[in-house]
């Protein structure tokens, strides 16, 4: 089993900056994966980006050059540097890892956090 717990959402300002936390607990081996996605009021949960256990990350054309992933493997816990925040940007963001277990790899979601851009 895997709990993943976000932190770090809240109200800012456009152009402003925030960065969000997920932790990760349980009995897992290692996490492989580890993603944020983020669903807007109407639309359906999109990606954000994805970083791999060696740290490299892919980004979303959306948010490329604005966000970056980081992860520390060592903490079990990932961040997403958000800035020059963007009225669409606004959304609840999910947490998303693939634990890997003795009997192979799992999924879990947190519970998602709400992120406002406006003035």
């Known amino acids: 089993q895997v709990q993943l717990v976000e932190s770090g959402g809240g109200l800012v300002q456009p152009g402003g900056s925030l960065r969000l936390t997920c932790a990760a607990s349980g009995s897992f081996l290692w996490i492989n994966d580890m993603g944020w996605y983020r669903q807007a009021p109407g639309k359906q949960r999109a990606l954000v980006g994805i970083?791999?256990?060696?740290?490299?990350?892919y980004y979303a054309d959306s948010v490329k050059g604005r966000f970056t992933i980081s992860r520390d493997n060592a903490e079990n816990t990932m961040y997403l540097q958000m800035n020059s925040l963007e009225a669409e940007d606004t959304a609840v963001y999910y947490c998303n890892a693939k634990p890997r277990f003795l009997g192979g790899e799992g999924e879990a979601w947190g519970q998602g956090t709400q992120v406002t851009v406006s003035s």
């Open positions: 970083i791999a256990r060696g740290r490299d990350a």
